[in-house]
């Protein structure tokens, strides 16, 4: 059975998770939008939209919970399949639009952030919630957040670990436009013409460019090496079994801080 709806319209590829019931960003499914990302390119595509299914109470649920690795290894590394779908999505040679409804937790989070433009309804939340499963949120992801919102705001989401509202987003300039979620497809459909009818040479390009230009960041190796140390803290402990185990048992988690 697919995992992803996939029609195009007007040069606009559609691409729907249907994943029931919560979408969670199963290796299938992320490997399915890879692989339809991989299939349809410019220029008979000109845009592409990612959504749940109308009416979607969530958009996704994250990163499934089931297959993350419990044998004290890095969850979110280069090659894992969120990372590799993250950089399909941000190479993809295209404007991508995320039009979220529905509620957004965790790595699905980090999808849609790594689309060029996010469009939501406003009864969208967004939770970034590491820090309720013991799991350390994955580096490109802090450093995508980084660069779209200010510190205060990203240290409430990960600390927190709550839901926070689309409008919120919006106002810290990370979702580009709330509207009534009645509105939100005739919205998105609306924009994605327009795009689709520019330059796609132009739109390739400068997106390649914003995306390289916007990973300009110099890490020493000290730096790089440090960071590993602190994830490798996190993974190899008590509290990312006991975030795991707790969740699968459907019970708050305990924990200790090792
Ligand atoms: O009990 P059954 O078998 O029906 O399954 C339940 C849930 O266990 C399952 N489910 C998930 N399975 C795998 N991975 C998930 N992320 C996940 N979320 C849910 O789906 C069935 C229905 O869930 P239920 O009963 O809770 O539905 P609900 O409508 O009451 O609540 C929907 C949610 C999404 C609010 C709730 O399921 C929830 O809070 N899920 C966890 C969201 C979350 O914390 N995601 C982060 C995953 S970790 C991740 O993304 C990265 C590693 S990171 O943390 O770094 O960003």
């Keep these: 059975m697919s995992l992803i709806e996939f029609e195009v319209r007007d040069a606009v590829a559609w691409m729907t998770l249907a994943s029931p019931p919560v979408n969670a960003l199963s290796t299938a499914l992320m490997d399915e939008l890879s692989a339809v990302l991989a299939e349809h390119r410019p220029p008979e595509i000109?845009?592409?939209?990612?959504?749940?299914?109308?009416?979607?109470?969530?958009?996704?649920?994250?990163?499934?919970?089931?297959?993350?690795?419990?044998?004290?290894?890095?969850?979110?590394?280069?090659?894992?399949?969120?990372?590799?779908?993250?950089?399909?999505?941000?190479?993809?040679?295209?404007?991508?639009?995320?039009m979220v409804?529905?509620?957004?937790?965790?790595?699905?989070?980090?999808?849609?952030?790594?689309?060029?433009?996010?469009?939501?309804?406003?009864?969208?939340t967004f939770a970034l919630t590491p820090a309720r499963l013991g799991v350390p949120y994955n580096l490109s992801g802090t450093l995508n957040l980084l660069k779209v919102a200010d510190m205060h705001f990203i240290k409430e989401m990960l600390f927190a670990a709550r839901p926070v509202s689309a409008t919120r987003l919006e106002s810290c300039g990370v979702v580009n436009a709330v509207v009534p979620v009645d509105r939100l497809e005739q919205t998105t459909t609306s924009l994605a013409a327009d795009i689709a009818s520019a330059s796609p040479l132009v739109h390739r390009i400068m997106k390649e460019e914003l995306r390289v230009l916007s990973n300009a960041h110099p890490l020493t190796p000290e730096a790089y090496e440090r960071i590993q140390a602190l994830r490798r803290e996190v993974y190899d402990s008590d509290d990312y079994q006991e975030g795991i185990r707790a969740f699968l048992e459907k019970r708050r988690p305990v924990f200790h801080g090792s």
């Excluded at 109308?54 to 894992?80: C, I, K």
């Excluded at 999808?111 to 939501?120: E, I, K, Y």
């Design 46 to 98: 000109r845009v592409v939209v990612i959504r749940a299914a109308s009416g979607a109470r969530v958009f996704s649920a994250g990163h499934d919970v089931r297959e993350l690795p419990t044998n004290g290894r890095d969850p979110l590394t280069y090659n894992d399949p969120l990372r590799t779908l993250v950089r399909n999505v941000e190479t993809y040679p295209a404007p991508v639009i995320a």
């Design 101 to 124: 409804e529905g509620s957004v937790w965790g790595g699905a989070c980090e999808l849609v952030l790594s689309c060029d433009l996010v469009f939501a309804g406003d009864t969208t």
